[in-house]
């Protein structure tokens, strides 16, 4: 099956783009209601189509080897956010800075601007309650209340940080997904490193406006 490649190819993907160490990390797709997942805790060089785990959107596990442990997670995200087909989640060293420092990635740039409209958010983790009782799904519904109650539109906003913890983002296919997840590391970077030579560095909303809604917006411009 064609989507099963794909999974495969993108959780290498990530590895190579070294956004990804060891195991630390996964890609899924939804098809169909059905939610194809690297399989927990393996090298992704050694992953055959017959393992990738195959799920329905209700946590029953169909097809394949055990699913990653972050599929609980995944699956909140697909049930809250329609349109979203592929959910990326890392480690990656920048992004993860900033989750390990529960801080906002703070839009500085118009590369930022380009892909994210704003900060990307950091999520509180789950509370010891919520831990003890069912963490990766806590995780996946901290997420959506966060986007709620902040009136964030996940569609402007692919992606986001977990206090203490890593990465997830998204999009409506694998290639979005992807791409949401690189160049979310690659602005975590670029905001780190422009707060230490200037600490006070901000971007005006309006630059954010423009840079966003050229590219995204219903009168977007940019590219072919």
């Known amino acids: ?31 169909d209601n059905l939610v194809y997942i690297k ?52 480690h990656s060293k920048y992004s993860t800075i900033f989750a390990q420092a529960s801080k906002d990635i703070p839009c500085l740039g118009t590369t930022h601007a380009d892909y994210f409209y704003g900060d990307i958010p950091c999520v509180s983790h789950p509370n010891q ?35 203490g913890h890593g990465t997830f983002a998204w999009g409506k296919n694998i290639n979005k997904a992807l791409e949401s997840a690189f160049v979310l590391e690659l602005v975590a970077e670029m905001s780190y490193k422009t707060l230490l030579l200037n600490p006070r560095a901000s971007l005006e909303k309006y630059v954010l406006d423009k840079h966003y809604f050229r590219k995204h917006g219903d009168d977007k411009y940019y590219g072919q």
């Open 129 to 163: 309650k919520q831990i003890k009782d069912n963490y990766e799904l806590n995780t996946g519904n901290l997420i959506i209340e966060h986007y709620l109650e902040n009136n964030i539109k996940y569609s402007h906003m692919p992606a986001c940080i977990v206090a």
């Open 39 to 90: 399989p927990s805790g393996i090298n992704v060089d050694e992953v055959s189509e017959q393992d990738v785990s195959v799920i329905d959107t209700d946590g029953n596990h169909l097809q394949g080897l055990k699913p990653s442990v972050d599929t609980p997670t995944h699956l909140a995200l697909y049930r809250a956010f329609k349109n979203v087909g592929c959910v990326v989640h890392t």
């Open 1 to 31: 099956m064609r989507i099963k490649q794909e999974v495969i190819d993108a959780n290498r993907w990530i590895v190579d783009k070294k956004l990804v160490e060891l195991t630390w990390g996964n890609v899924s797709a939804k098809s």
